[in-house]
């Protein structure tokens, strides 16, 4: 499995299952999307025209809002071909990878892998995008569970560059490095998680929204003022910086002092920092300043890579057009 993919299919031809095969579409890879459900040929045939309108629809979007040409687009299209349960084999057995992105319930995930199995070649790669259930759980289901991994794309998955590779015990190294290269190759960001609930982003995702709804349920501030300080604070600041990146650079203890206010003054359950920044800061690996922290500081030029980040921070803002007012002489 350590060669270079080059054919795809997608199982599950509702929202996550047409983003998927459009963004490899567009990055020129041919895709089979392919129902997996069972369905008399008028029903299929129903099925693929409203698949192909909505597809039509998802690109006309992109086109008028100017993010690909006209002619990408098009040929994006062609390349994706609509095939039924019924007629799949050829294209399964043709796959190097599968991804699977059927309904959220075991059982339909269970009868699907038995199916996916028996059709694929031994060394397809196979990987979900579900984004509730584990690997492990998951590779019980599947032939030769080391070419298995859950992959959680986010909608809409053409546009959005993250996805959250999650192996189970089974997972072969080489299965993940090969999925991260092909996901690399089609401009996407793939980072490797254990299997865990929520993974990366829906753990922190859940955090944020959750908070966000307390502080207008507790009159703290309007929907509209807390979006606003989401949209031109929160999510500029960690679009540049990473949440433990962060940390490093204002210094864990920081940290570990405004938490312990918030957990002494609201809800400790919420707001207590984990036991890796009380240890950190006990062992002075603060972040930055004392060269050590999240990350290894020590070696690097500190005032090339702050004057990166802050060259980076200011050019977001410059095109979010949220850049502070300045004059060149004093208008007062």
């Known amino acids: 499995m350590s060669h270079e993919l080059q054919t795809v299919a997608v199982a599950g031809a509702g929202r996550m299952g047409r983003g998927i095969a ?13 129902d997996s459900e069972r369905r008399s040929r008028k029903e299929f045939a129903e099925l693929a025209a ?53 309904l959220e319930v075991l059982d339909v995930k269970r009868s699907t ?43 809409p998955a053409y546009l959005m560059p993250l996805v959250e590779i999650s192996p189970s015990r089974a997972t072969a190294g080489s299965t993940v490095d090969t999925l991260r290269g092909l996901l690399e190759r089609v401009g996407k960001v793939p980072v490797v998680c254990a299997a865990s609930p929520g993974y990366i982003l829906s753990r922190l995702q859940a955090l944020v929204l959750n908070e966000a709804a307390r502080l207008v349920e507790e009159g703290v501030a309007s929907a509209e003022d807390v979006d606003k300080a989401i949209r031109t604070g929160f999510g ?42 009380k240890d950190n800061m006990a062992a002075g690996r603060n972040g930055m300043r004392e060269g050590q922290g999240f990350y290894d500081w020590q070696g690097m030029d500190l005032d090339a890579y702050r004057q990166g980040r ?15 007012a300045a004059a060149a002489k004093s208008d007062r």
């Not at 690909?68 to 050829?90: M, T, W």
């Not at 204002?250 to 890796?276: C, V, W």
């Open 236 to 277: 500029p600041r960690y679009t540049v910086f990473g949440p433990l990146e962060f940390i490093d650079w204002g210094g864990g203890d920081i940290l570990y002092y405004a938490s312990n206010y918030l957990a002494e003054t609201i809800d400790s359950n919420r707001f207590s920092s984990p036991d890796i920044v």
């Open 310 to 324: 802050l060259a980076a921070f200011a050019q977001l803002l410059g095109t979010l057009k949220l850049l502070p």
């Open 50 to 102: 409203t698949v192909n309108t909505e597809l039509g629809e998802e690109t006309g979007l992109l086109r008028a809002a100017g993010v690909f040409d006209g002619a990408v687009l098009d040929a994006a299209l062609d390349r994706i071909a609509i095939g039924s349960r019924a007629d799949a084999h050829d294209a399964l057995q043709a796959a190097d990878v599968v991804f699977e992105a059927v």
């Open 22 to 34: 459009l963004s490899f579409a567009l990055a020129g890879y041919p895709v089979t999307l392919v």
């Open 113 to 155: 892998y038995e199916w996916l199995s028996g059709e694929v070649r031994r060394e397809t790669i196979l990987a979900s995008t579900t984004s509730t259930m584990l690997a492990d759980t998951l590779a019980d289901f599947v032939s030769g569970p080391d070419r298995y991994t859950n992959a959680h794309w986010l909608n």
